[in-house]
C-alpha cells in the first residue's frame, strides 16, 4: 500500500513490480481494500489517501525488531549523517526516518532526534554516541520487522539515504509525533 500511496498504478502487475511483491499477493491485498482503492481506465489508486494511510498505518509494525538508542552532541540531522557515514564505511543498508527524514522532505520545525533503519545493529561509539535509555537518547538505530523496508531508501544530492515520505510518516505517527506527522501528511496529500 505504500507503493499505492506514493503514486497510483496502471496495473496491477506494475504495483507488485514497485513494492517488490507477486501479482497475486496484489490482488490479495487489494480484495481487502475494496472500499479504500479504485480501479479506473488509468489504473488503480487509493479513493482518499489520508483514509488509506489510516488503514495502513494501523496495520504496520509499529514497534522495532530490534533497538539500540543513544545520546549525541551534535543536532539530529548531523548525527544522522555521521551515523549514515559510519554505516556506509561498514556496508550497513540503512535509510534515516523519523523527525529528521520528514524535516527533509517537508521541512516544517527543527527535529529533535534522530532516528535510522539499519539492516543490522553497530556500535556507534567510533562516531562520538553514548549507550543511552530511551526516555533521554537524541539517536535511535533499529531492526525492522518490515523485509521490504529498506528497500524505500531513496538517495539524492549527495545527502544522507532517506526513507519514502510514506514510510518516515508512519514513523512518526507511530512514535506519537503528531506535529510532525501532521506536517508531513499535509504535504503528502496536497
Known amino acids: 500500500m505504500f507503493a499505492l500511496l506514493e503514486a497510483p498504478a496502471g496495473s496491477q502487475k506494475e ?17 481487502e481494500l475494496e472500499n479504500l482503492v479504485e480501479r479506473s481506465r ?15 498505518v494501523e496495520r504496520y509494525p509499529s514497534s522495532p525488531h530490534l533497538a539500540s538508542t543513544w545520546t549525541m552532541l551534535e543536532p539530529p540531522v548531523q548525527a544522522a549523517a555521521l551515523v549514515s557515514g559510519l554505516l556506509e564505511k561498514v556496508e550497513v543498508q540503512h535509510g534515516v526516518s523519523g523527525d529528521v527524514a520528514a524535516d527533509a522532505w517537508a521541512a516544517w520545525a527543527r527535529p529533535r532526534s534522530a532516528w535510522l533503519w539499519s539492516a543490522s545493529l553497530v556500535d556507534l561509539g567510533a562516531v562520538g554516541a553514548t549507550p543511552a535509555a530511551p526516555e533521554s537518547a ?37 512514535a506519537g ?14
Request: proline share 4%; hydrophobic share 50%; net charge positive.
Open 15 to 31: 504495483l507488485a513490480a514497485r513494492a517488490g511483491v507477486t501479482r497475486v499477493r496484489v490482488t490479495q491485498v487489494l480484495e
Open 138 to 174: 537524541t539517536l535511535t538505530l533499529a531492526v525492522s520487522e518490515d523485509p521490504h523496508l529498506l528497500e524505500a531508501v531513496r538517495r539524492g544530492d549527495g545527502r544522507v539515504p532517506l526513507l519514502s515520505p510514506w514510510r518516515a510518516w508512519a514513523d512518526l505517527t507511530h
Open 177 to 190: 509525533n503528531a506535529l510532525a506527522a501532521d506536517a508531513l501528511l499535509g504535504r503528502l496529500t496536497r
Open 42 to 56: 488509468r489504473g488503480w489508486a487509493a479513493r482518499d489517501r489520508r483514509d488509506l494511510a489510516a488503514w495502513l
